[in-house]
């Protein structure tokens, strides 16, 4: 059993995916959560991002990059990557929980950071009203 709280069992992801081609996108999400789990916000995103790059499809890369994104304080983006979760599958009610909040959290800011992230936000609102009314 492999815990995503300590630096051994990041270790062994990391030989996964120098040692095999196959999985990658898995084992690269894998050792983001555990980089998540000790506060590594910009190496969780970097692996996240990577396993997006072998699949634009996966949904539990963009979750956790969403993860990295709030932890790094990054809300927009955040909210976008937990938008691109909720789309693709939208039974994922945490990840519209987390978007939501996101969205609040960037709505109480002040004005100057607010001008600069709401038209990303009013996107993101926009677009979950739409595939809510698809989905009807």
């Not at 084992?27 to 983001?32: K, P, Q």
């Not at 996966?58 to 909720?86: C, H, P, V």
């Amino acid at each position: 059993v492999f815990f995503f709280n300590d630096t051994a069992t990041t270790e062994i992801y990391t030989e996964q995916i120098v040692g095999s081609v196959r999985c990658v996108q898995e084992t690269d999400t894998n050792r983001a959560l555990c980089y998540l789990k000790l506060n590594q916000f910009e190496k969780a995103l970097v692996d996240a991002q990577k396993s997006l790059k072998i699949n634009p499809k996966w949904i539990k890369g963009y979750f956790i990059e969403g993860e990295a994104y709030k932890g790094l304080k990054d809300y927009a983006e955040a909210a976008t990557s937990y938008f691109q979760t909720y789309s693709k599958d939208t039974s994922n009610t945490e990840a519209k929980n987390k978007m939501d909040a996101c969205v609040k959290i960037i709505r109480s800011q002040p004005v100057s950071y607010t001008h600069l992230t709401l038209p990303t936000i009013y996107s993101v609102q926009i677009s979950v009203v739409a595939v809510s009314l698809k989905k009807k």
